[in-house]
Structures are given as C-alpha cells and as structure tokens.
C-alpha cells in the first residue's frame, strides 16, 4: 500500500518567512496529493491540492509542488503570518472508485511574531 | 449548517463499555469516512462506505462496527472498549467527483 513521508514533524519560521513542508511518497500510481490544516481542537481542513498532470499550483500565499519522477511534492507558504500556525499534513491518493487517502505523520508549523 | 458534524464531541467511558458515535453530512456526498487520529496526532483510515454499503476496512478490531443507515450517515460503534482505543476519531465525507475530503471537527475519545 500507500506510505507517505513528511518532514520536518517541527518547523518555527519567523513571521514574514516563508516554510516549507516536503513529503515522498511510495506508490506511483497516486495521482491525487492534498495539503490538509489542522488547527488546535479541530478538524483538518483542506488548503491546497494538486493532480499528477500538474507541476505546481499556487493559491495566494500558498503553493504545492509535484515532482512525479522523484515521487515527492511540497507546501510553500510564504509571508507567514500568526494564524498561519497549525499542524499540516500531506497525503496521496490514486482515483479508482474506492480511493482512500494516506497521510503524512504531520508537520506542527509555529510562526514566531 | 455545519459540512460534517459528529456527537459527541468528548466522551469519556470506562474500559469494556459499549458507546456510538454519530456522523452526519448535509454536503450531498456519496463516500463517507471514519479516520483515527492517534496521541502523535498520525491520521489513519478504519473504514469508507459509498452509498451505505462498506468498500473499505482497514484491519479494524471487529469490535469496532460502522453503520451507515443512509449515506447522510455513518455511525461508528465499538463493543468493549479498552484503554488503546482512546484518540480522537474523524467522520470525512467526500463527493463523487472529485478528491477533496471534508472533516468533521472530532470526537476526543477518552477510556479510563
């Protein structure tokens, strides 16, 4: 099956920097890789994603890029700001019908004001 | 007009209890999920159901058994409960087309 890899699992980024999240993943079939915010008590909510047909897709302050070849993808985030400090996650998926999502293990983004 | 809303929200039991927790989606969506969020906070899948019936389950303890009386719902019960279930389960829903996953905001799961 799917294993997904996710590093750093702690990142502090002085506020104005930009992050950066890197995840691999083991399956080459996935084709389907979301960026998933979880803040304190809640759910995670989806931010960002990007298909296998795509290098890089940006939203904002937010973009994702996929290297298929090497089988890994990253979030940048940049001109972080406070509320930006959450944990975030990766995951991969492949569509079949019944696709499921694997995730990372998680990164726990602190900006430091 | 909460996406996903699960009850309760924390539940605390005693090890060998019986408890249910509730999953409802008013997104329309065919697939629903119940993940598990462990101390370390790593996310992983138990079970998805598409339209009631069951497509994935993923080595659960059949203590654990979902219900999905509509595909609006999809309710998670476990039988005997011990000390290692303790975490935080997410309901998920997602549509047919497209990948795009909505959470619930969780139910801590305490067993003492």
């Known amino acids: 099956g799917e294993n997904v890899e996710q590093h750093p699992s702690t990142l502090s980024v002085q506020e104005g920097d930009s992050a950066v999240i890197k995840c691999t993943y083991s399956d080459s079939a996935s084709n389907y890789f979301p960026w998933y915010k979880q803040e304190l008590g809640k759910g995670p909510q989806l931010i960002i994603d990007i298909r296998s047909n795509v290098g890089e897709k940006k939203d904002q302050r937010i973009a994702v890029t996929l290297n298929k070849t090497a089988k890994h993808f990253s979030l940048h985030i940049t001109e972080t700001q406070p509320e930006d400090s959450a944990v975030y996650f990766c995951a991969a998926s492949w569509s079949s019908g019944n696709e499921k999502l694997t995730f990372g293990t998680g990164t726990r983004l602190t900006i430091i004001p | 007009d909460t996406a996903v809303s699960q009850t309760p929200k924390y539940l605390v039991t005693q090890m060998g209890n019986d408890k249910s927790i509730k999953c409802e989606q008013n997104?329309?969506?065919?697939?629903m999920y119940w993940y598990k969020q462990d101390s370390k906070k790593f996310l992983k899948i138990m079970f998805s159901?598409?339209?009631?019936?069951?497509?994935i389950n993923e080595t659960v303890p059949n203590r654990f058994s979902p219900k999905s009386p509509d595909k609006a719902h999809l309710n998670l019960h476990i039988n005997s409960l011990e000390l290692g279930d303790s975490a935080v389960y997410f309901c998920?829903?997602?549509?047919?087309?497209?990948?795009?996953?909505?959470f619930g905001s969780g139910t801590r799961l305490t067993v003492v």
């Open positions: 997104l329309g969506h065919d697939t």
């Open positions: 159901y598409n339209n009631k019936e069951l497509i």
């Open positions: 998920a829903s997602r549509p047919v087309t497209g990948n795009g996953y909505t």
